[in-house]
C-alpha cells in the first residue's frame, strides 16, 4: 500500500470557465509542484483536452486521470472519471450526442480551446459547454457504469450545481458509493445532515479553475499499487471510488 496525494477535479483552458493559462502543460507542471501524483482533468461536459493532459501528466511523473464534469438534466454537476483515456474518449463522444448545443459567445462565457500534445491550440468547441446535458443523474451514473468508471456527486457543499442545493437532499439512488466536497471542513455538518454519507467514500478536490487552485499534498489515498505500473493505480483509484477497498484507507495529512 502506498499513500497518493489526489486532486481529481481540475478544468483546463476547455471550460469557458477556466482561465486560458490552465493548459495541459501548465496544470500537470502546477499539481507537480505541489506535490500531488494523482490529477484528473474534468472539464465540463467533455474529455477532449484528456489526451494532450496525458503526455504532459506522464511528463512530469504524475499519474494521469481522464473525465469531465458532467452537468445533468436536473443541473447538477458530477464527477465521471474512467480507467483510461480510451473509455473516457468514448464517453466523450456519447456525451457530445446528449448535449444542448447552444452556440457559444465567448465574449461572454470565455474561450474554449482544444490543446494538442505540443501545448498549442488546435481546436475549439463552437457550443457552450457549462449548460446542462439531457442526461438524468440516474442515467449518468448508468452510462458511466457501462464504462467501469466511477461516477459521483461534485462539490456537495457548495450552492452552485451542488446537488444537495439543487436537488434539496441527497438521494439514495443512484448508489452513489463516494461524493466530494470542496472544502473539508464541510464534512461533519453534511454527515450530520444526511446519514447516507456515512457509509460513502469522500473525496476533496479543488475544482480548480486556475492554476494557483490547484491542490496542494492534502487529500491522500492508499492504494494497493504491486506490481506497479500507472494503469493498476488508476484502476485501483476507480475501484475505490466504485468502493470495491477498505474505506478505512482514506485520509488527509496532517503533518
Not at 51 to 69: C, D, Q, S
Request: with cysteine; aromatic share 8%; hydrophobic share 35%.
Amino acid at each position: 500500500m502506498n499513500r497518493y496525494f489526489c486532486d481529481l477535479h481540475i478544468h483546463s483552458c476547455l471550460s469557458p470557465c477556466g482561465d486560458q493559462d490552465s493548459t495541459p502543460a501548465n496544470i500537470a507542471g502546477m499539481a507537480a509542484l505541489n506535490g500531488l501524483n494523482i490529477v484528473a482533468l474534468t472539464d465540463h461536459n467533455t474529455s477532449k483536452n484528456c489526451p494532450a493532459f496525458f503526455v504532459h501528466a506522464k511528463a512530469r511523473g504524475l499519474i494521469p486521470v481522464a473525465g469531465m464534469e458532467l452537468t445533468t438534466s436536473e443541473d447538477v454537476h458530477v464527477i465521471c472519471l474512467f480507467r483510461t483515456l480510451e473509455d473516457a474518449m468514448e464517453f466523450d463522444s456519447f456525451v457530445d450526442g446528449r448535449r444542448i448545443k447552444v452556440k457559444n459567445r465567448p465574449e461572454i462565457f470565455g474561450d474554449q480551446f482544444i490543446m494538442d500534445e505540443n501545448d498549442e491550440k488546435c481546436g475549439e468547441d463552437g457550443y457552450l459547454l457549462i449548460n446542462a446535458t439531457d442526461l438524468s443523474i440516474d442515467e449518468a451514473f448508468d452510462e458511466v457504469a457501462k464504462r467501469n468508471g466511477a461516477c459521483y456527486p461534485a462539490h456537495i457543499d457548495r450552492q452552485a450545481n451542488g446537488i444537495v442545493s439543487t436537488l434539496g437532499t441527497f438521494p439514495e439512488s443512484p448508489a452513489f458509493s463516494c461524493y466530494e466536497l470542496n472544502d473539508d471542513g464541510n464534512d461533519g455538518e453534511y454527515r450530520e445532515r444526511f446519514p447516507v454519507l456515512s457509509g460513502l467514500r469522500k473525496v476533496v478536490s479543488s475544482d480548480a479553475h486556475y492554476l494557483w487552485n490547484i491542490s496542494e499534498a492534502q487529500f491522500a489515498i492508499e492504494l494497493d499499487d504491486e506490481p506497479y505500473s500507472s494503469q493498476l493505480v488508476r484502476d485501483r483509484l476507480i475501484d475505490y471510488l466504485q468502493g470495491k477497498t477498505s474505506p478505512e484507507t482514506e485520509g488527509r495529512d496532517n503533518g
